[in-house]
């Protein structure tokens, strides 16, 4: 199995092996590398940073926490984040709802919202800077339950709260005896704003279903995966006008002393992904940019397959059909653009397309990516999986080569 260097590096060994390759020249110990690299992979418990890190393996990413409130409240609630920092009201005159929009995507009917008197009541109304986005919306449609989450890091709240503490004095994170992990937990004006907009805005939209407020706090990045939730649906925005909340009067929804969550055993419990998400755990992942880049790759591997000897260039606004259908998600041209642009096309996963007006294709480097995903995350162990691997480099490589004469 490659360390962490050698995979931060691993997109450059599959550029230089495919332009070696369609001029004729061997580099056995390279391919030797990426044979090991891909052999490793039905190795390794499948997690949630591989979503992230299979695109993209800096963690001093801004979103990494909003990436680990939503895994972290899915995990607890057992509802998808189909939102991951998604924004409440878009536009200077409150055009769409992002949110409102996935929900619809998701076949439920929403009535029709005044978004610029929501604006006008919930955010504009007050003058502290009440925040425009959560950093997830679960939605269970089979409960008929909507969720929008705003969480922080521990880290942060110490730094917010300077009389945190464990709730049971002298027990530490694995207390006995109380159902409450942190007390004196403090939270700023301006998220918890964001849950009392988020609140009406779902409410106003879906009123036959349960709308539930949720607060966060997370483990920082590489500190592990202890938790508390709070149930915020008691919240109104008169509460925040005299600056941040204690929150200790609302109540736990969930937290990581309770043993379903298994972190006594083991500390990284709810990182592994769950047993049984089916063949595809795109379909599970919360839906953030990693994981619509990975379903953009995948997507483009399925087109590419329908046509073995020619290089596939698809459209941008197919492709991204071909994903909102598949995935149920809602993909609005600027995120469609980001996306593709910055998260696959900037990485070399895939190419814009010369001959094809404002299409892409897969590259070799995107091929083995959406190969070591499948391998990954499915767990299925063939003869010779980095040998197959190194096949479909070189069958793309070959592909593209005559694309481009």
Known sequence: MLNEKDWDNIDEWVHAYSKAYVHGDSLPELEGKLKDACNGLVEHTPQFDDFVSILDTSIRSRDAIARKVAWTAQRATG????????????????????????????????????????????????YFNVQGTVDAVLIDVKKNTLMPVKGVAFSQAQRRSRALAYAKAGSGLFGQGSSRLLCNLIARQEELGALVVAHALLKSAFPHM??????????????????????????????????????????????????????????????????GVGDDPLEFAPVDRPTRC????????????????????????????????????????????????????????????????????????????????????????????????????????????????
């Open 294 to 405: 990975l379903m953009f790759l995948n997507e483009l591997w399925r087109q590419q397959k329908r046509t073995l000897n020619e290089f596939v260039p698809v459209k941008a606004t197919e492709l991204a059909a071909l994903v909102e259908h598949r995935y149920k998600v809602v993909l609005p041209p600027n995120t469609r653009r980001h996306d593709l642009e910055d998260g696959l096309q900037r990485r070399g996963f895939i190419e814009r397309c010369r001959y094809s007006s404002n299409s892409y294709g897969l590259t070799p480097v995107g091929v083995f990516r959406i190969y070591a995903m499948k391998r990954l995350f499915l767990q299925r162990s063939t003869p010779d999986v980095g040998a197959i691997a190194l096949q479909h480099i070189q069958h793309q490589a070959r592909l593209l080569n005559d694309y481009r004469r």
């Open 210 to 275: 349960e709308v539930v407020p949720g607060y966060i706090v997370v483990d920082d990045l590489d500190a592990g995966w202890h938790f508390e939730l709070l149930d915020m649906t008691e919240l109104v925005m008169r509460e925040l006008v005299n600056g941040p909340l204690e929150l200790d009067d609302y109540p736990v929804l969930a937290n990581s002393l309770e043993e379903v969550y298994g972190l006594r055993a083991d500390s990284n419990a709810i990182a592994h992904l769950p047993i």
């Open 79 to 126: 509802a998808r984040a189909w939102c991951v920092g998604a924004k409440l009201i878009h536009g200077k005159f409150a055009t769409n709802s992002p949110v409102i929009d996935q929900v619809a995507a998701l076949d439920v009917e929403p009535r029709p919202v005044n978004l610029q008197h929501i604006k006008e009541q919930f955010i504009e109304h007050y």
